[in-house]
């Protein structure tokens, strides 16, 4: 198994936010880590935009980096602003989006 962090700087101190970057009308994702037991990525979404209700097989833990996001579980609306985070667990519906510029990280752990 491949366990390596990629597309990031390592021994070094970064802003997770300023690692990836808005580009209008656009959903930015950049993939720091995959593998069987856990995704790492990051995400840019310009205002408006959305990944549309979905399931996935693992738990997926969401943090907002920069902006207002909108997240929708089993039918259920939350709002995240800077530094707040939220688990959208393991084959329930979940939808993400944009309310303001937003950016997030996400780790999948499966």
Do not use: W
Not at 30 to 49: D, M, R, Y
Not at 50 to 79: M, N, P, Q, R, W
Not at 80 to 106: C, D, N, T
Request: some cysteine; overall charge negative; hydrophobic content about 40%.
């Amino acid at each position: 198994m491949d366990a390596k962090i990629k597309n990031i700087a390592n021994s070094e101190v970064l802003t997770l936010k300023d690692q990836i970057s808005y580009q209008d009308g656009q959903v930015v994702s950049k993939t720091l880590a995959q593998n069987p037991a856990v995704s790492i990525t990051l995400f840019s979404f310009a205002k408006g935009e959305e990944i549309s209700t979905h399931e996935s097989g693992g738990d997926a833990f969401v943090t907002c980096l920069d902006g207002v996001g909108k997240i929708t579980i089993d039918g259920v609306e939350y709002v995240l602003h800077e530094g707040e985070s939220i688990v959208m667990p393991a084959r329930h519906p979940h939808a993400v989006y944009a309310q303001e510029e937003f950016k997030m990280l996400l780790v999948v752990v499966f």
